[in-house]
């Protein structure tokens, strides 16, 4: 090991410059590309998005009776996204779970005592891979499902038909937003089973739960962050969804309530 | 410099830090010693903006650490428990740190051959050993060439050789003018390498003065005399603060008397003396005596958990 050099620029040239948001976001970019786990969560959603929509596309395009209506084929090709959601909500956990239960956030939160920060140049980067990407494996999955189609000697439909864009769009979108909660929950709880459980028992278990209340109460299921935000490409679990857009806006609104939380507790709370 | 006023810390009904003030000044090497349980790392993470504090201020470098603008260029710290994923490999882990204060992968480099983890720099920390983590923490801590370095016990871990870069490496930031704070359990290593002590007991101020200061302050030096008539001699040895003892026949351990004098009255008794020094209390000493009331509670403590 090298013992002999103990090299150091006198104090007056520091190399350490002021905190920007520039910065961090490299910083935090470098971080996310640097783990394994990142580039694994992202392979395993695009994997089963396309996966499940093809394989989805195919049994409906055999079947002869099943609804060839566009925004039918379009939210077929969609299903896989719900299972997509699992891989991405962990990657959001782990993004900042990963950092309490390493360690690494006294590290973090040392160099940038400010910490706020911190949470949103991690959000940053988040949303800087996972929207488009989850946009491309969408457009991916539609364009196949309509190839599939189309071998079956359907009617294929495109983009433009009426409703398609908003359940092809919509669908990156509501994966993008619930990993914002996913991003929150974690930087409320700091522990990987306790977000992850969390995330499954709201956006999985609560609306399966829910669906099976009696009437009246199943009504406010469409409340649900989960239903709520698959208003908008139609996967909503719930017999009177929501508008679309209104839906979407609902599960913005609990995504910012919970980062006021997470923001409260990160910036109040000993790390 | 590290201004440390009226500091307490509480966890629930737990008080860590109990209105502990200090400054920590430039251009040397202050140790931080105290028994487990102190209240060290506490203040360590206090100073570094992790813990809030429940009452009193922390100022490094003459600010408020939480609202510093470079924060890397203020401060760097070790802390005792590991900072990085160990996912990450050791350079990936120092060019996230860096890149928050605009540091490349040139100075990352260097400071990677600084700790002299070249080998091992593209392995994820994972794997790494306790002394290679104590490095990559070392290393971390200086990134940003901070003008006030904390360090939480750096040689936990090391080899000797490591040991000795170690206290090279403080010697040498000190010379630098820079501030440095390092805690160690190893007394014999903190009177090689730091020149100001700060000694805590059940998160209170036991002592803050220079290394010689305190052991001086804390315990009286001793006289050893080896002498055929031991007993007769012991007999002369008589005054208010004069202690004898002894574990074998013909030696005494004597204090409250100093060497001349000893001499003397043996010399006008006729007793023949074949040894005489002086014993100088060692650091450790000190702070046994120091801190022994403070560790006594912390063993009562504990025996009243027990139960």
Known sequence: MTTASVAIAPVVSSGAGPVTARRLIHSEWTKFRTLRSSWWTIATSTVLTVGIGVAIAAASAAEKTSSAMPVDVATRGEIGSIFAQLALGTLAVLLVSGEYGTGMIRSSMTVVPKRLPVLWAKLTVYLAVVFPVTLATSLA???LGQVVWRAHGRPPTSLGADGVAQIVIGAPLYLTVAGVCAIAIATLLRSTAGAISAMVGVFFVLPTVWGAMPASIAEAGRFLPSNAGAALPRLATTAHPLPPWIGFAVLCGYAIALLGLAAWRLRRADV | MIEIENLTKRYGAKVAVDDLSFVVRPGTVTGFLGPNGAGKSTTMRMIAGLDEPTSGTVRVNGKHYRSSRAPMAELGVLLEAKAFHTGRSARNHLLAIGQTAGIGSRRVDEVIEMVGLCDVAGKRVGGFSLGMGQRLGIASALLGR????VLDEPVNGLDPDGVRWIRLLLRQLADEGRTVL?????????AQ???????V????LIADSTVEQFVARTTASSVVV???EAARLRGLLQGPDVVVSTDRSDVLHITGLDAEQIGTIAWQANLPILELSVVQP?????YMQATRTSVEYADAASLEAVR
């Open chain 2, 182 to 190: 390092v805690s160690s359990h190893l007394m014999s290593e903190m």
């Open chain 2, 193 to 199: 390498t730091a020149t100001r002590l700060v000694v």
């Open chain 2, 201 to 204: 007991g059940r998160g209170r």
């Open chain 2, 146 to 149: 901070p003008q006030t370095v």
């Open chain 2, 226 to 228: 080896r002498s055929p």
């Open chain 1, 141 to 143: 999955t539609f364009a």
């Open chain 2, 282 to 286: 060692s650091l450790e000493e000190a």
